[in-house]
């Protein structure tokens, strides 16, 4: 049974940064691709960042230059460095495994 559990989310300023992890359980990690994505009560789920198999990165146009998505095979541990952070960034971020495993979300709140 995979597990997706997020965690570093929290209160941030604008233009402040935080950084996400994502523990997965189980040994799959490496064979899917992991992204991260996020929802507020406003609008649908977004993709925010993938990476691939082979480590290939793929992010949303609102959060290129400012936002990293990384991974450590080693750890089963997906990571989202998020920088420069704006209120519109707020959200419910999730990370998924090849969109087949979902976590519970973290909360990322910006504001002054």
């Known amino acids: 049974q995979v597990q997706l559990v997020e965690s570093g989310g929290g209160l941030v300023q604008p233009g402040g940064s935080l950084r996400l992890s994502c523990a997965a359980s189980?040994?799959?990690?490496?064979?899917?691709?992991m992204g991260w994505y996020r929802q507020t009560p406003e609008k649908e789920r977004e993709m925010v960042a993938y990476i691939s198999k082979s480590g290939s990165t793929n992010y949303a146009d609102s959060v290129k230059g400012r936002f990293t998505i990384s991974k450590d095979n080693g750890k089963n541990t997906l990571y989202l460095e998020m920088n420069s952070l704006k209120p519109e960034d707020t959200a419910v971020y999730y990370c998924?495994?090849?969109?087949?495993?979902w976590g519970q979300g973290t909360q990322v709140t910006v504001s002054s």
């Open positions: 189980g040994s799959t990690f490496p064979i899917f691709s």
């Open positions: 998924t495994m090849g969109n087949l495993y």
